[in-house]
């Protein structure tokens, strides 16, 4: 599906969409007709009525669709309830719900209409901020993991949408230039989100570690990024003990990841982001429960929205230096498999020992990390479905984080704000640390049921060398059951954008 976002009223196609969408809220449903028509008065009257029925209230995320019967030359408006002002996450929200409605109408050209202070923005959303929000939720909200039928509906190839003043608004140019720069933005993040979600949604069969890299390379060679791609007879020689132990299970080896972007050559700053690409996880010999083991495929979420956020990098080229590591890797069970009771010499030298081999996510990321410090990163964010205990912790709905630098976690916090993705971070007191110390070796991959989240996480931690460093576990996050907003059932693509807003932001 392609999406081409346009804004301002056409005169020579006035009202000649399939659909019109009003965004509208419960305050303005509460007010008598006067003389200020919505869309057209006899469609205006209906929605009252609903309204005043108690069947449409106008609330956040409430849709209504009335079919026009010839009354207007759209065949259905479809009025979105939000706040009644121009908040980022509003807008998006209010955009996915009507991205929904529209695929069931199968329309190919849709008509937004924008009130006046949506258009010239807030303190806390500013036209740009609204045009992304607007462009994003829709582009997200239309997703659906594709399914793998032989036979399957036909959809439309591509949707018009044009972003259009209300009545009496008058044309501003420097408004248009605005909304304009706002919508390229939206669609950039937005794909960026979709190439997450596919990658991720990728059944375990169709993508291993060697097809992972490729998907790297391509994006590599698009941008004209360096790319290196470690295998695992170089990865032994590189003496990355932990890559290796999680990823010699299986037939399909391991790889390290790395991908290069210059874009501040006088900086000495170099951002390491690094993403946990297991490609499939049974949990190895500690073998988990059958039960779910198919959302396993998502274990590489983290990875993708490496990939995802270093697409946006690619075609912003902000003035920043990164440096993407991904370790990927299958975590399986067999003759070759790591133990419970192996000790690995991880790539920093620090030795591990496994105590859990279905623990295995920190021990390529400590791998990922050093590759990522010998590259030259002065920080480090990593991104990973670490543990279920975030989810006991913070469900579904917010991203768990670990740091060692207060100032570089609210700076990411502020990165997920803009992007509506909620980060709760964690304390690190010095007990949690302990923990993880081992008497076989200098530290154990898993401090036990308690904590489990912060114990994960600095695991990870011990290998950033005393540099700022936030981990991010998107456990909780990263799949859902059910659609919600914006996000996706299945992969939600989370963090993309928010790793995406820290960098492409940053001059």
């Avoid at 192996?342 to 996510?361: F, I, K, P, Q, Y």
């Avoid at 076989?440 to 114990?455: E, H, M, Q, V």
Wanted: charged share 25%; hydrophobic share 40%.
């Amino acid at each position: 599906m392609s999406f081409t976002f346009t804004y301002g009223a056409d005169s020579a196609n006035a009202n000649q969409a399939d659909v019109v969408i009003k965004l509208i809220s419960g305050e303005e449903l509460k007010q008598p007709a006067g003389d200020k028509v919505w869309v057209q008065a006899s469609i205006d009257d209906e929605v009252r009525k609903r309204h005043a029925r108690g069947l449409f209230k106008g609330a956040r995320g409430q849709r209504e669709t009335i079919a026009t019967l010839g009354l207007h030359a759209s065949d259905y408006v479809i009025f979105v309830g939000y706040e009644g002002q121009a908040t980022a996450d509003g807008l998006r929200e209010a955009a996915a719900g009507a991205a929904k409605t529209v695929r069931k109408l199968r329309a190919k050209t849709v008509h937004v209409l924008l009130p006046k202070h949506v258009i010239d923005g807030t303190a806390d959303c500013h036209p740009e901020r609204a045009a992304q929000s607007l462009s994003e939720g829709f582009v997200l909200g239309w997703y659906e993991r594709p399914k793998r039928k032989r036979e399957h509906e036909q959809a439309a190839d591509s949707i018009d949408i044009r972003f259009v003043p209300e009545e009496g608004i008058e044309q501003d140019d420097a408004a248009a230039a605005r909304w304009s720069y706002g919508i390229k933005r939206g669609q950039l993040f937005a794909d960026g989100v979709i190439f997450a979600r596919d990658l991720t949604n990728m059944p375990g069969n169709e993508l291993i570690p060697e097809g992972l890299a490729e998907y790297a390379e391509e994006i590599a060679h698009r941008y004209g990024f360096d790319v290196e791609i470690i295998d695992e007879f170089t990865a032994i020689d590189q003496g990355m003990g932990g890559l290796i132990g999680v990823g010699k299970g299986s037939v399909h080896p391991p790889r390290m990841i790395v991908l290069h972007y210059q874009g501040a050559e006088d900086s000495s700053d170099v951002w390491g982001i690094v993403g946990k690409g297991i490609t499939f996880d049974t949990g190895g010999i500690s073998l988990k429960r059958a039960e779910g083991m198919e959302d396993m495929i998502g274990d590489m979420g983290g990875a993708a929205a490496i990939l995802g956020a270093m697409r946006i990098i690619g075609e912003l080229k902000p003035r920043v230096n990164v440096v993407a590591v991904i370790a990927a890797a299958e975590n399986m069970p067999s003759d070759r498999s790591m133990k419970p009771g192996d000790v690995l010499v991880t790539m920093s030298g620090l030795t591990v020992e496994v105590v859990n081999t279905d623990a295995e996510g920190r021990l390529v990321l400590a791998d990922a990390m050093t590759t990522a410090i010998r590259r030259g990163a002065t920080h480090l964010i990593d991104v990973a479905t670490l543990t279920g205990a975030v989810e006991v912790a913070l469900g579904n709905v917010a991203t768990g984080a670990v740091t060692n630098n207060e100032l570089l976690l609210q700076e990411v916090i502020r990165a997920g704000r803009s992007s509506g993705e909620r980060i709760w971070p964690f304390p690190s007191y010095p007990e949690y640390r302990k923990q993880i110390e081992s008497d076989a070796a200098d530290l154990k991959n898993s401090g036990g049921r308690y904590g489990g989240t912060i114990t994960g996480g600095l695991f990870i931690g011990a290998f950033v060398e005393e540099r700022p460093w936030v981990h991010l576990d998107i456990a909780g996050t990263s799949w859902l059951k059910a659609a919600r907003g914006w996000e996706s059932k299945g992969a939600t693509g989370v963090m993309v954008r928010t790793l995406a807003e820290l960098l492409a932001t940053r001059q």
